[in-house]
């Protein structure tokens, strides 16, 4: 991938475990904003030996995002499948298990969205959970809240983060369907990464 590559050793983050990560079924009309606009800020980030999980945010500097994600990839994994090129990220979800529909009768929008079955190039591999933001994710995207375009490692007392921040083309097909396509640092669109949002049923 065309990333630059930034170490964050010098900052010694204070994270701590949270106490609980929450769930979307408990969140807040503030815990729900949608995404609006064309480009948004994507934070990949998890321990070494963990998994990953994905913020997107159209405010890079926000360290609330409205869409926060814990990803069924190992982290090595999805670092060793950049590395080797192509990178689709599919989560999808059937419209039958999203929960009642709103009183209009429509149905409720992707990023309320609690469970996602993940799939990584075709491969699948779990379940992807929304969930609240947590003290550790505020003082990780505190920590590159300064980067656009970068990837690198953090320390922290449970051992290193690795991440991966970039800007996102936000891409919306329709209600049930909406994709982001990573944007190379030359302003391309770069098609090494992509993740899609796809609800049928």
């Known amino acids: 991938m065309l990333l630059h590559h930034h170490d964050h050793r010098r900052h010694r983050s204070r994270t701590r475990r949270p106490t609980t990560t929450g769930s979307s079924s408990d969140a807040t009309a503030d815990d729900r904003p949608s995404i609006s606009g064309t480009t948004v800020t994507g934070t990949f980030y998890g321990h070494r030996r963990g998994h990953v999980s ?72 779990g379940y992807a959970v929304k969930r609240r933001v947590s003290e550790k994710d505020r003082l ?47 302003g391309t669109g770069g098609q090494e990464l992509s993740v899609f949002l796809l609800r049928t049923g």
């Open 54 to 125: 994905l913020c997107l945010q159209q405010d890079r500097l926000a360290t609330t995002p409205p869409l926060l994600l814990d990803l069924a990839i190992p982290t090595k994994l999805l670092a060793k499948e950049m590395h080797s090129g192509i990178v689709r990220i599919a989560l999808e979800t059937d419209r039958r298990r999203d929960g009642p529909q709103s009183e209009s009768g429509a149905d409720p929008p992707l990023h309320s969205v609690p469970v996602w079955t993940t799939f990584c190039n075709g491969r699948r591999l």
């Open 140 to 186: 990780i995207l505190k920590t590159v809240q300064s980067t656009s375009v970068g990837a690198g490692v953090i320390p922290s007392e449970d051992g290193e983060v690795m991440y991966m921040r970039a800007g996102f083309r936000r891409v919306v097909g329709s209600a049930d369907s909406e994709s982001y396509h990573l944007i190379n640092p030359d």
